[in-house]
């Protein structure tokens, strides 16, 4: 049964940083097809960053481009999320996914789709105040 536990999530100012952390059981690293997404009330969830192609292909939202970095420690089985330069848009529910569709995971095609993955933590909350 695969778990995923998401944590790091917190309320900073504009232009701070936090760095989400989750934590997979019961899933290997292998394929390495793990994504990002963010949800606020104001708009769906969305895709924020994602690892594809064995952990050769990653792919971020532009809106993200440039401030956030994924990484990956299979040692610690841990996926990161590094958010720099924060922003209130930034606001929402950050969730990690996991075990992408085979054209996801071999290609990054819809890479951002919800539905692609199949695995979901259950998220944690990250708050952008000016």
């Known amino acids: 049964q695969v778990q995923l536990v998401e944590s790091g999530g917190g309320s900073v100012q504009v232009g701070g940083s936090l760095r989400l952390s989750c934590v997979a059981s019961?899933?290997?690293?292998?394929?390495?097809?793990m994504a990002w997404f963010r949800q606020s009330t104001e708009m769906q969830r969305e895709g924020v960053a994602a690892?594809?192609?064995?952990?050769?292909?990653?792919a971020y939202a532009d809106s993200v481009k440039g401030r956030f970095t994924i990484s990956i420690d299979k040692a610690k089985k841990t996926m990161y999320l590094q958010m720099n330069d924060l922003k209130p848009e930034d606001t929402g529910i950050y969730y990690c996914?996991?075990?992408?569709?085979?054209?996801?995971?071999?290609?990054?095609?819809?890479?951002?789709?919800?539905?692609?993955?199949?695995?979901w933590g259950q998220g944690t909350q990250v708050t952008v105040s000016s």
């Open positions: 996914a996991a075990d992408a569709t085979l054209g996801t995971c071999l290609n990054g095609v819809d890479w951002n789709r919800a539905d692609n993955y199949k695995h």
């Open positions: 019961g899933y290997t690293y292998g394929s390495n097809c």
């Open positions: 690892f594809y192609a064995a952990g050769g292909g990653t």
